[in-house]
């Protein structure tokens, strides 16, 4: 067997289980009985099973498991179970690839050219591993922008002009992606300024176009939700933007830290060879990943950083508040605001009830 | 041979791991239905959502003076019961002593008006009330941890004729103090913003923040190294605890939260004895009652330099420091500290508690 193929099936079987999770637990059943329906289908025919069916549907299975609602309590663990696995089956790869390398003639340039794989190792392990645990929490409101449901909702209102809003900031939104995409493709953790330099130029770019667009004041009898919608539009585009920002730093920092696995990794090598020095390099990898940012961590552009997440993912939530009130207005619903009002009269009936019975 | 021996190595390796990987499903599948928080106690008094727990003794004749243990509110209070023998409240009821427990609930969206006072001076204070009306005791030892040991000698300065001991475990108290990353980050917070636009700030997020402590340990780390125990079925227990424990994050009141945050933790009021509950000042000086001040070494999330100087910020001529050698969460936990953290701790009590010998002493 082809060790690299194996290797290839591993990790891809990572992928599909990983990928599973993020669905409904209703549609993973639904495809889980067509896949076992689809997959009998030859057994039934008298055909036989082959392998790698069975492991194609152990793989659906595992994540529809995972997605069950029985399987709840332990969703957060096996995320964490999945994630941290498919961070080892990569640095197993690349390990593999280093110990082939050494072992063949012409070794120091084949050594070479490995090394300077890792670099590309450790750009894929932080986009497909290291980042979805890292900016987890500001994850989900940055999903209900695409499409912001508030939009679709007041698509029906605006229609053609909400629809053609929502292209320009999405042309705009793919702008910075792809900028900094081929920034990042080519900068390692020490030219942090370089994608500072793209973002800052895009801003900039952003205030004097879209941006200045989006503040535009409105008139006419549909004037308030054009402004709210507007507003939230704007403070969706830095909320996304100040999500790049942290990402990007985030993954400068573990470039720089991988830089520095890379110098130490044949101190490690000469250690001894198999699965005792892969062991080694794995500790290495975690140990200077955690020290990196723990250093990050303190410093005072990463306060600065985290302030400026957090207040741009405050003012969308606001802003997004805002247009949702103004939905449920027109629906004859009660707002947020009313709710919070009549929570807090009756919290202050209930102490004040309590304070009269306690005087009796 | 030597390349094709060292491939199977590997791919032995990276065999061995996708079968582990594989076999842990079926391991977390026979541990989805473990307990937590299963020594006895019943419901004596509700406030709200609010209750308070009174723990099953297990010896004849207990102490006279009870404890009431104050737990945080952010995560929940079976930390200190996460299993039979690793519990705090059983080798408490095992060392002789009436443990009550305050259980906060979880507040819910019309909940975020609770303030520090409804805490403290309500929920706190009608607990301790009917400790002392049911026990027939003047005054309680208040048994504070992490936050909530804040919260008792918030309470200790302010009612200290109810408080016959203090115990506070590993609580933060003066925040000036730059060894614990949370101490550095909520000093930028902008906490008016956040409760002002969130109401009630998510126990998730709060938790992600103590995860981002260590991330590559607590996120990754943690899980390899259960894989690579999978066999052992007391690991995969305690893991599977431990786990549950840290994604059981409440809700955090938004009042509440903005005052703790604002005046303990980015002004420093408490340790500074400036800060007030209820228009009335905590003072200090007024903690006259035996203190025990219990701390971690090695504590990432409330250092030692946060917990150490309440010890000198008091006039109370009978008080202790205990430190111990591990972490926040493995002082309640670890196998080591269930045989000296614990007993540690009962033995300061006892004779502080007027323990009534036991008929097995008496014999003797």
Redesign the interface.
């Known amino acids: 067997m082809d060790h690299k193929n194996f290797l290839d099936d591993i990790l891809s079987g990572f992928t599909g289980a990983m990928g599973n999770i993020g669905a409904s637990w209703f549609s993973q059943w639904k495809r889980i009985i067509e896949e076992v329906v689809e997959a009998a289908e030859p057994l039934l025919k008298g055909e036989g099973f082959k392998p790698d069916d069975l492991k194609r549907l152990y793989e659906t299975a595992l994540g529809s498991l995972i997605a069950a609602s029985e399987w709840a309590f332990h969703r957060d663990t096996i995320y964490g179970i999945l994630n941290a696995a498919r961070l080892q089956a990569s640095l197993l790869r690349f390990w593999t690839d280093l110990e082939r390398a050494i072992n063949v003639p012409n070794a120091v340039d084949n050594v070479r050219s490995v090394t300077e794989q890792w670099r590309n190792t450790a750009r894929d392990i932080f986009k497909g591993v290291i980042a979805q645990p890292l900016i987890h929490p500001f994850k989900g409101l940055l999903e209900s922008l695409s499409p912001p449901a508030e939009a679709e909702m007041l698509r029906s209102i605006y229609s053609d002009a909400s629809g053609n809003l929502n292209k320009v900031i999405r042309l705009w939104l793919e702008t910075l992606e792809r900028a900094l995409e081929s920034v990042g493709s080519t900068l390692s953790g020490r030219d942090i300024g370089r994608w500072k330099e793209v973002y800052e130029g895009w801003k900039k770019a952003y205030e004097e176009t879209v941006g200045k667009l989006l503040k535009t004041p409105q008139v006419g009898p549909v004037r308030v939700p054009t402004e709210i919608f507007l507003h939230t539009m704007d403070s969706a585009i830095r909320y996304l933007a100040a999500m790049n920002d942290f990402y990007l730093m985030l993954q400068a920092r573990w470039l720089e830290a991988m830089e520095e696995v890379a110098e130490q990794m044949p101190q490690i090598y000469e250690q001894g060879k198999g699965a005792e020095t892969f062991r080694k390099f794995y500790e290495l990898v975690i140990q200077t990943a955690e020290r990196h940012y723990n250093e990050m961590f303190r410093s005072a552009s990463f306060k600065e950083m985290l302030s400026l997440v957090s207040d741009t993912m405050l003012d969308f939530t606001k802003d997004r508040q805002e247009l949702l009130d103004w939905v449920m207005k027109n629906l004859t619903l009660p707002t947020r605001k009313e709710v919070d009002e009549l929570q807090k009269e009756v919290f202050g009936l209930k102490k004040r009830i309590k304070e009269l019975a306690g005087k009796k | 041979m ?2 094709k021996s ?2 199977t ?7 061995r ?2 079968e582990k ?2 076999k ?2 079926d391991v ?2 026979r541990a ?1 239905k473990i307990d937590v928080g299963t020594t006895p106690a019943d419901v004596v008094h509700r406030m ?1 959502k609010a209750t308070l727990l009174h723990y099953h003794p297990t010896v004849k004749e207990t102490a006279p003076v009870p404890i009431l243990v104050i737990y945080a509110l952010v995560n929940r209070y079976y930390m200190l019961d996460l299993q039979p023998d690793r519990s705090m409240i059983k080798n408490l009821l095992n060392a002789g002593f009436d443990v009550y427990l305050l259980d906060w609930g979880y507040p819910e ?5 609770l303030t520090l006072e ?1 805490y403290i001076m309500g929920y706190m204070d009608e607990s301790v009330d009917f400790i002392r009306n049911q026990s027939g005791t003047n005054s309680i030892t208040l048994f504070g941890i992490c936050q909530g040991g804040t919260f008792c000698i918030i309470y200790s300065a302010l009612y200290p004729e109810k408080v016959k001991n203090l115990v506070t475990v590993v609580s933060p108290f003066d925040t000036d103090t ?1 060894e614990g ?1 949370l101490n ?2 909520s ?4 906490v008016d ?2 409760v002002d ?3 009630n700030v ?1 126990g ?2 709060l938790n ?1 923040a103590f ?7 607590l ?6 190294d ?2 690579e125990n999978l066999e052992d079925e007391n690991f995969v227990t305690n893991f ?1 605890r431990m ?2 424990w840290i ?1 059981d994050s409440p809700d955090q009141a938004g009042e509440a939260f903005r005052k703790f945050i604002k005046e303990i933790y980015q002004q420093n009021l408490l340790a500074k004895n400036r800060f007030y509950l209820g228009g009335k000042h905590v003072d200090l000086n007024k903690i006259k009652m035996p203190v025990l001040n219990v701390f971690a070494e090695f504590d990432h999330l409330v250092p030692p330099s946060s917990s150490r100087p309440f010890t000198e910020a008091i006039p109370s001529k009978d008080k202790q420091m205990l430190s111990f050698n591990t972490g926040h969460i493995g002082i309640f936990v670890g196998s080591r500290s269930q045989k000296e953290v614990c007993p540690k701790i009962a033995e300061w009590l006892k004779p502080r508690s007027q323990i009534a010998p036991r008929e097995s002493e008496k014999k003797r």
């Open positions: 030597e390349e060292e491939t190595t590997m791919m032995g390796l990276a065999a791991l996708y990987f594989k842990s499903i977390l599948s989805s709200d969206r019309g909940d975020r008006f409804d730059d990353l550095v980050w000093k930028s917070m902008n913003k956040l636009i969130m109401g998510s998730d997020f992600f995860l981002l402590l260590n991330p590559f340990r996120m990754f780390h943690k899980y390899v259960f894989l599977v786990e549950r994604f």
